[in-house]
């Protein structure tokens, strides 16, 4: 094959890029495209952002970093803006590429891209963001186990997770014109200052993501104290920090799995280091649930088709979103998101819990919130989690979270809700209402 386009979606990344590996494999040259689709810039039936201004920023940024890794390989980036379908087959046309090589997603909207877009081109879809080939699993997809144990138990004992693909030397292609990579601004929103009570300064690119990596296992040996620590709320090491590359693509799932392997291989294996690996395997799971239940995961009653008389009460879920609900626990955790982008795991399953089972909202108000602000968003992850919090999810079991008592178990001593509710002196309805 002469040519072909090759389309970047959430794999912003050289290393373990299985559609980049077979284009190489196949093709003469390649034409790097990523396409900023116009839709996912635009506000939901909610009214919400859904992609919101520190998730754009750290996209970009790891756009940045793509196309200076692709540079170093004699290519470039192209990034442009536009219905994605539209744009891809404008630059397969002006190219004459006849074919196009992706990762695949799992989601509704996503695959009705692909079918539309394998109407028009040939269109060559990978798994780029699993840590298993779906098609080796002991399992076909549909036979997926509904509880989370059978399916961890099934794999670990049946399956090896592939090795990472190397990064390539070259990347051979057509001269490619510059285009700038835009600004937050530029596409019309507003970047929310700094606040230097985050967790972490969150910047795009694979580098960063290595580099990430490699201060929380081998610089600090983190690693090491993870299953004691995850459940932390305030510092940078309590938990590995490793989503939003992930979640980009800027890391893949399995370099990470393998850097931990290396790990307990030159310093130490214990539960921690196998609790990391714990945490893949259910990103893994949530891919797999929203492959086998396909726009199911969207709907109000979840994959049970639970029948739930949703409330819809718009000032408590403008609350909820703002950190005024008036629970100190769930208003610190809500405020750290606005304020930042960011939020613990233990902080949200609290307030997941608070708005469904306190509040009696529709989870999906919650997940499009998460949507919007999540640094580390992922649409497979987020609807699962959202899901397993309603009750309408893969866990049999009730959900609902005592936000007092966790208070108490986890922040005893009061300290990460005096930092956000006590520190700052900015207003968060209006912050909100400013920059979302």
């Known amino acids: 094959m002469p040519r072909a386009i090759l389309w970047f979606r959430d794999d912003l990344r050289l290393e373990d890029n299985p559609a980049l590996d077979a ?3 196949e093709c003469d040259e390649i034409v790097p495209v990523y396409i900023l689709d116009q839709r996912y810039l635009e506000r939901d039936r909610w009214g919400l952002r859904r992609t919101g201004p520190y998730r754009l920023k750290f996209l970009l940024e790891s756009l940045e970093g793509l196309d200076a890794a692709l540079r170093e390989r004699g290519s470039r980036l192209m990034v442009l803006k536009g219905v994605l379908e539209q744009e891809l087959l404008r630059m397969a046309e002006m190219y004459q590429c006849r074919r196009l090589y992706a990762s695949k997603a799992y989601t509704h909207e996503e695959i009705g891209v692909e079918t539309s877009l394998s109407k028009a081109i040939d269109a060559r879809f990978f798994h780029g963001s699993t840590l298993f080939n779906p098609e080796e699993l002991p399992f076909v997809v549909a036979q997926l186990p509904d509880v989370f144990t059978q399916f961890r138990k099934r794999v670990e004992r049946f399956v090896e997770v592939p090795e990472p693909l190397p990064t390539p030397d070259e990347v051979p292609g057509p001269e490619l014109p510059k285009t700038d990579i835009p600004s937050v601004e530029s596409l019309g ?4 200052p700094a606040d230097e009570r ?3 300064k969150f910047r795009g690119g694979a580098e960063e993501g290595h580099a990430r990596i490699r201060h929380y296992l081998w610089d600090t040996r983190s690693l090491s104290s993870y299953k004691e620590s995850r459940n932390g709320l305030i510092g940078a090491d309590y938990s590995s920090k490793f989503s939003p590359w992930l979640a980009n693509g800027c890391l893949s799932s399995r370099s990470v799995y393998y ?3 290396d790990y307990e291989a030159k310093v130490e294996r214990n539960e ?3 609790w990391l690996k714990f945490e893949l395997l259910w990103r893994e799971y949530f891919r797999l ?3 086998r239940y396909g726009r199911r995961i969207f709907f ?19 609350d909820w979103c703002s950190g005024t609900t008036g629970d100190d626990f769930v208003d610190a955790n809500m405020r750290e998101l606005l304020f930042t982008g960011f939020m613990s795991n233990r902080g949200r399953q609290n307030v997941a819990s608070y708005l469904v089972h306190q509040l009696k909202q529709d989870w999906r108000k919650g997940a499009a919130w998460f949507e919007s602000l999540l640094v580390d968003y992922d649409v497979c ?3 699962g989690n959202w899901m397993y919090a309603a009750g309408v999810g893969n866990d049999p079991r009730s959900r609902v979270f005592n936000t007092r008592k966790q208070a108490s178990m986890y922040d005893g001593d009061g300290a990460y809700r005096r930092l956000w509710l006590e520190v700052g002196g900015k207003e968060p309805l209006l912050f909100r209402q400013q920059f979302l």
């Open 23 to 25: 284009a190489l494999r």
């Open 189 to 192: 929103q507003q970047m929310p």
């Open 198 to 200: 985050s967790v972490l």
């Open 259 to 261: 850097e931990v392997e």
């Open 272 to 274: 921690s280091t196998y």
């Open 289 to 291: 649930v929203a492959m």
């Open 300 to 318: 109000p009653g979840g994959i049970q088709d639970k029948a739930v008389g949703w409330k819809d009460n718009n000032k408590a879920f403008q």
């Open 381 to 383: 992850s987020n609807y």
